[in-house]
């Protein structure tokens, strides 16, 4: 009985009094968005947007599994040099690492200030989360130029050519991480991204810890294994 009164009640809910509602409808809502405050039913019990995200990470757990596995097949086939050994700087990727992973910190700030609606400090851990995605990338440019300089490039050899395209397809991971923390932060000051709707700053952290997490795994296998 009280899950049918809510059903019929809600309807006259929304057109109660002059149309005038205490939710002004966000730039993220879509036409299938839940009532706010309030997940879709679904046979999982996650919100459908939130279980796109999980299917589209397991998805992008292939593709670089398979880009890792193929690095480690090629890694030591090499005929030519310069090889792993004589050419990374592990200090320095160490430094970017981490950075990476102080970000991870940073983006559950931001989730825990949408949580209390504390617009100030969202948006100073969502820019300060791009900020250090920018750090990571410029030092991946960096470093990427001195590899070039040492003579290895993409189509100089196995070792260069998995190299690249691993670490080069999770820098466009990163880059475009950035670009929608960037994008969350700009609706943020239209008054559009509040408590209500925390969800689109938690799929968006989903996305960037798994970014993290891949750049663990290629670290440890790409620089630290022999």
Known sequence: MSIAHDVHSAPAAAHDGDGHGEHTPSVLDGKWSAPVGHALPTSTGLDNRKLLMWLFLASDCMFFGALIGTFMVYKGRSLVGPTPHEIFDIPYT????????????????????????????????????????MVFIGGQYYEFTVFYHEGLTLGHSLFGSSFFTLTGFHGAHVTIGIFWLLYMTAVSWTGRLNSEQP????????????????????????????
């Open 94 to 133: 160490s430094v970017s690492a981490f950075v990476l992973l102080m970000s991870s910190l940073t983006m559950v700030l931001a989730l825990a200030a949408i949580q209390r609606n504390d617009q100030v400090r969202l948006r100073i851990w969502l820019i300060t989360t791009a900020l250090l995605g």
């Open 199 to 226: 969800l689109f700053i938690e799929i968006a952290g989903l996305y960037w810890h798994f970014v993290d997490i891949v750049w663990i795994v290629i670290f440890t296998v790409v620089y630290l294994l022999p």
